[in-house]
């Protein structure tokens, strides 16, 4: 297994510009989450999903959508960029509630 | 929403000391408690977990202590290895569609 997979693993973008940010699991788990990771914060919870066509708002959503259309799959959709959303962005998985959580390997993302 | 802080945010112990790391929660709902470890540039890994219908659980070096009343739970590492040097992470959440709530990290270095 693979386990949980981001990509891309740098990208640099101009403010304004929009862009996904891709996240594949294949451990068949109904729970993913994406996080955002500045320092001195910890991980931040932008959006979850507790299942497909399931999405719901973390602690820090604006400026970003979501969508879940399969179980596997999970992106992030910066919608206009602004140099605030310069960060490390990881996408998570589990089997279910209170359940320990599969971080990828990030998508480090810095916006001029 | 919840509310995790941790302490201290930098830790130096000399290799082979103890390493303690607190956290507190303020959701009196929250019942899943894990670690996570996180090494320069990588994932956020886990490296122990605790219930809350469990007071102290232990793996090797690693042990965590859960008090629900007073809502705190911390970290201890023992005889202390230059490989434990990391940033730790606490996090709570509950049963409530797998939503992460996470501390804002301790940088922790063994000295040689």
């Known amino acids: 297994n693979a386990g949980v997979t981001q990509t891309p693993k740098f990208q640099v973008l101009k403010t304004g510009q929009s862009m996904t940010l891709q996240c594949a699991q294949d451990m068949n788990h109904e729970y993913m989450s994406w996080y955002r990771q500045d320092p001195g914060m910890g991980l931040r919870l932008i959006h979850y999903?507790?299942?497909?066509?399931?999405?719901d708002q973390g602690e820090v959503p604006n400026g970003y959508n979501v969508s879940r259309s399969t179980t596997e799959d999970f992106p992030l959709r910066l919608l206009s960029a602004a140099p605030s959303q310069t960060s490390v962005y990881f996408c998570?998985?589990?089997?279910?509630?209170?359940?320990?959580?599969?971080f990828g390997d990030g998508t480090r993302l810095s916006i001029l | 929403g919840e509310n995790v802080e941790q302490h201290p945010s930098t830790l130096s112990v000399q290799e082979g000391d103890s390493a303690v790391i607190k956290c507190t929660y303020s959701d009196s709902a929250s019942n899943y408690f894990p670690w996570y470890k996180q090494e320069l540039g990588k994932r956020p890994q886990l490296i122990i977990d605790?219930?809350?219908?469990?007071g102290e659980k232990k793996d090797q070096r690693i042990a965590v202590t859960l008090n629900k009343t007073a809502k705190h739970f911390s970290l201890h590492i023992t005889e202390t290895q230059p490989e434990d040097s990391a940033v730790y992470f606490c996090a709570a959440s509950k049963n409530t569609g797998n939503q992460f709530y996470f501390g804002t990290g301790t940088s922790l270095t063994v000295i040689p």
């Open positions: 999903s507790v299942g497909a066509g399931i999405t």
């Open positions: 605790i219930r809350s219908n469990v």
């Open positions: 998570a998985s589990s089997y279910r509630d209170s359940q320990p959580q599969h």
